[in-house]
């Protein structure tokens, strides 16, 4: 089974500072999806990244596969209270449609 | 677009009883998988099924659980004779038949509690 480990685990910091959680394996994901989650619900997809050194953005947020396909960053700029929640970065596992968790970072972005 | 399913939200069981939880897939989906999320901890992987098919179910544990998806209705997942340890959230995603078919769109969860 594949691992992801996610970093930071926990992260609390002030409306309007910038932060950038990692999500690293050290095995070869055909692609990697961010989540992010809110107490009570399930994970809700934010984005998809499947070429090696892709970047996307989604109005603050930006995503970035590394070139090896063996890690992912997920960088907020500006952070604001409607940031706070679980964020979980997933892949399948090879030849498989399973997908593998991280342990997720934990947001707070205080107002 | 109404989006995944899951009924119901919430289901208290005693020691023994059985749970039964419903998943529908979005419309257009033909994929559906079972999570476990354990209190703290991340989510795992139990079950991949399609329709009529269980395509890979190397999560599951082995006895008391069991998962369907008939050709008509909502996909079920089974627990017979329900443990504490069972107490979990248990989520449904599916994901499209084709074009992104590796992206999994999820459902809100039962959240399962066995006194």
């Known amino acids: 089974t594949q691992l992801l480990e996610q970093s930071p685990q926990f992260l609390s910091i002030q409306e309007g500072e910038n932060l950038t959680v990692y999500c690293n394996s050290s095995s070869v994901f055909s692609s990697l999806q961010w989540y992010r989650q809110e107490p009570g619900e399930g994970p809700v997809l934010l984005v998809t990244?499947?070429?090696?050194?892709e970047v996307k953005k989604l109005k603050r947020l930006t995503f970035q596969f590394g070139d090896a396909r063996k890690d992912s960053s997920l960088h907020i700029t500006a952070a604001q209270p409607g940031d706070t929640g679980l964020y979980l970065c997933?892949?399948?596992?090879?030849?498989?449609?399973?997908?593998?968790f991280g342990s997720g970072t934990r947001l707070q972005v205080q107002p | 677009n109404a989006g995944v399913m899951q009924n119901p939200r919430h289901l208290v069981r005693r020691r023994g009883q059985e749970a039964r939880l419903r998943c529908s897939p979005m419309?257009?989906?033909?994929?559906v998988y079972w999570y476990r999320q354990l209190p703290e901890e991340g989510l795992k992987f139990m079950v991949y099924l399609q329709k009529e098919n269980i395509i890979d179910e190397s999560g599951m544990p082995k006895e008391r659980f069991s998962a369907e998806f008939p050709k008509e209705g909502p996909s079920i997942l089974r627990i017979q004779q329900v443990v504490r340890g069972d107490s979990a959230a248990y989520f449904c995603?599916?994901?499209?038949?084709?074009?992104?078919?590796?992206?999994?769109?999820f459902g809100p969860g039962t959240r399962l509690t066995v006194t």
């Open positions: 419309k257009g989906h033909s994929h």
């Open positions: 995603a599916s994901s499209p038949t084709g074009g992104a078919s590796y992206e999994q769109y």
């Open positions: 990244v499947v070429t090696g050194g």
């Open positions: 997933a892949g399948p596992d090879t030849g498989r449609r399973a997908l593998t």
